[in-house]
């Protein structure tokens, strides 16, 4: 007790620079757990996949073509033509499978109660829209009726210019195997999305317990959902928000490939500076996709901040070690007066050690609780490392206690006293 | 013998050179004695006094308190013989200048683990003694030498010591004051302490019970 109440005395001295020293050893163990933050950032979507269907992975692959960056895009001219170019480099590359497979929901209307409401009473079914490599890969049958054919992901339907457009002809559909009760092949449903308004025809069933894989790389059961063909339409220039959200989505797709994401990344980074829009593409998990907000990519980010925190916590150990060795100089003559008020060597030494315990305390605290809130405002489910921070915290520790060692080792307690202050 | 010091030798490391400073010295002191320490400066009277007092470990010789021989060699015997049985006074009084009175005669008494009520009334009755009542809240810097020396010697007295060592404590106050301090070193004598007062002035020598040179050594 009268030990800590020392301390809190001794520690008063000088804790101008102790807080700055307490503010950069957090800073450094900050920085070390959000490049944790940040990998797993890239990681989570990494999952591996799925690998019942053979011996490649599935990355996702997705687009920052959001907000700013967005409408910058959009303005140039050509913004659809790069949009189809991009599809049909990702459909025909032979390094990788490209699926465009996605889940979505569709409203409909309901058949029970038809007649008396049938404009307004609408529900939500779970929908998927299957490329058209799908079928093949993921082996997907009907067990009634009947699949898509190939043509069937041509749409050619007349346009308006609005998104989600009306059409006059019926849209091929097949159920998953739950439907198989209520409803039979040949049965057509009102059905609107974004993409689609209007009527669709029931061609097949599926077998129960068919899979694909939705575009978060999870397994994604077909049965409780409406199977709609991702369709291709070329045929709506005039339409230009339409078909620019087509394919907008058709690129947010899965690479399936024996390949690391880093390769493929690589290889979508090259194709994306020939047609004008580095950054805009990224092959989930990989690390050196590209971040437009920090014009670099994550990989360099993460040593760049890693840098910087071995920097700081370097910095600091320095700063603290200097700091120790002149504020012990400095208390040699109130050791001193300690010493013949009946402190021993031990306690001289204790103090001193219990400073540098504090400040490492503090500033694991102090780290702990930013990184906590850091974590908190990322909506990222992960775990802090907070083992992390404890390597600027040993360096620093470690420069202190050798510090407060070496100066008290070799006093006797009668040249202490003898200082003048 | 309250307190003996047998055959102490004492060597410093001077430039490189290890250099005796105490070869050999005995020396003595009873209950309720005054003594005074003289000799030239670099004698090594100091030193001495830090031996006596345990702040200084001597190479080699015998330290014995009440008939009890202290192991030298052992800092926690050493430790714990300075804070039941010493009490230091120095030249510049060693008091820290940003706690008042009352907080620097409370530091031993801390250290010592003694309650917050108890250490009052220690205090109060340290300062009493010294005539330096009600001062509990005066700061260091805002009295005269004598008064920090009386203050020093209040905290030196309030753990109440048997023997209490003084290196020059008159060293650097005027006559007057100096005095009023070997008054006090007196009266404490009375009360029964040893008191064992390094110094240069043959005035303050004078006035104790016995006088012990230390010679010089001639140095090669
Ligand atoms: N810690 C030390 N390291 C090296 N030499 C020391 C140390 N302490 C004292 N000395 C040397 O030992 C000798 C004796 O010192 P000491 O302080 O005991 O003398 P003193 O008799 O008290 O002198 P003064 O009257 O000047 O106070 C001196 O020459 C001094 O330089
Ligand atoms: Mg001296």
Known sequence: MFLFNELIIYMKKGFLITCVIITCIATAIVLSNLTTLIVHEAETDLQEYNETYADGKYYGIGDKLMGDVEDVFVKQDNCIDILINMNNWLHNNKYFKYFEGRADQISYISNEIEGEFKDTYNDILNAFWLGPDDIEHFEIKTCEGSIFKETDFYHNKSL???????????????????????????????????????????????????????????????????????????????????????????????????????????????????????????????????????????????????????????????????FLFVKIKKSERYFGIMAINGFNKNQIRYLVLLEVLMIITMSLVLGIAITGLIHDISYQEYDVNYLKGLFPLVITGIAGFVIGEFNIENQELSSLISRKE | ?????????????????????????????????????????????????????????????????????????????????????????????????????????????????????????????ALMEVGLKGEEKTYPCMMSGGEQQRVAIARALATDPDIILADEPTGSLDSENADNVLNLLRMVCEKGKTVIIVTHDKEVASRCNRIVKIERRRRD
């Open chain 1, 160 to 322: 308006t210019n609005e998104p989600g457009r009306l059409c006059d002809g019926e849209l091929p559909i097949v159920m998953g195997c739950r439907f198989r009760n209520k409803y039979e092949v040949g049965d057509t449903l009102d059905i609107y999305n974004f993409f689609y308004v209007g009527k669709a025809k029931i061609i097949g069933f599926l077998e129960a317990n068919s899979k694909t894989v939705d575009s978060n790389g999870n397994i994604y059961v077909l049965d409780d959902s409406v199977i709609l063909p991702f369709f291709t339409d070329f045929s709506g220039e005039e339409s230009s928000i339409y078909m620019r959200c087509l394919f907008l989505q058709k690129n947010n797709g899965k690479l399936y490939s024996k390949l690391t994401a880093e390769d493929l990344q690589d290889m979508v980074n090259e194709y994306m500076s020939y047609l004008g829009i580095t950054g805009a593409y990224f092959v989930f998990g990989a690390k050196n996709q590209w971040q437009v907000v920090f014009a670099t990519n994550l990989d360099n980010m993460i040593n760049d901040i890693g840098k910087i925190a071995i920097g700081i916590t370097a910095f600091s150990s320095i700063t603290l070690a200097i």
């Open chain 2, 1 to 125: 013998m309250l307190l003996e010091l047998i055959d102490i030798h004492k060597s410093y490391k001077i430039h490189g050179r290890k250099t005796e400073i105490l070869s050999g010295i005995s020396f003595s002191a009873e209950k309720g004695e005054m003594i005074a320490i003289m000799g030239e400066s670099g004698a090594g009277k100091s030193t001495l006094l830090n031996i006596a007092g345990g702040i200084l470990r001597a190479d080699s010789g015998k330290l014995i308190y009440d008939s009890d021989e202290i192991n030298i060699a052992s800092k926690k015997e050493l430790d714990l013989y300075r804070r039941e049985h010493i009490g230091f006074i120095v030249q510049d009084f060693a008091l820290i200048s940003d706690r008042d009175v009352e907080e620097n005669i409370a530091i031993p008494l801390r250290i010592r683990k003694i309650n917050r009520s108890q250490r009052s009334i220690i205090i109060s009755q």
